[in-house]
């Protein structure tokens, strides 16, 4: 997944736009599930080349929204981008719905999830 996700990005720009400004950390105090989870619906409802009325927190970003590999590779780097984690390969096969990228996300930001709002 590795070599597919350095083809990607010497090729391709992903289609979700990027902030410009900096982020702020947020405390452990502040960091709500469900407003991670909000973020990272709205990142997927903004993909492209997903039907944003049938994005929810379980459905399955293969079966459901119809996303290939190669869709597969740009989302994750969306959340790359969007939440200042590194998904590693092994990691990133086991994010199959909008539900395990937050909870990825809370548990390796270790109480430091960058707010967008800032």
Request: hydrophobic share 40%; glycine share 4%; aromatic share 6%.
């Amino acid at each position: 997944m590795q070599n597919l996700r350095k083809a990607i990005l010497s090729h391709i720009k992903i289609g979700v736009p990027v902030k410009g400004h900096l982020r702020a950390f947020s405390t452990a105090a502040d960091i709500n599930q469900d407003r991670v989870m909000g973020r990272v619906i709205e990142l997927v409802k903004k993909f492209d080349k997903i039907n944003a009325a049938k994005v929810t927190e379980k459905a399955d970003f293969q079966k459901d929204l119809s996303l290939d590999s190669l869709d597969r590779v740009e989302l994750v780097m969306a959340f790359e981008e969007e939440f200042s984690v590194e998904i590693p390969d092994a990691e990133a096969d086991k994010l199959r719905c909008c539900a395990d990228v937050a909870k990825y996300v809370i548990s390796s930001s270790n109480g430091k999830v960058f707010d967008s709002s800032s």
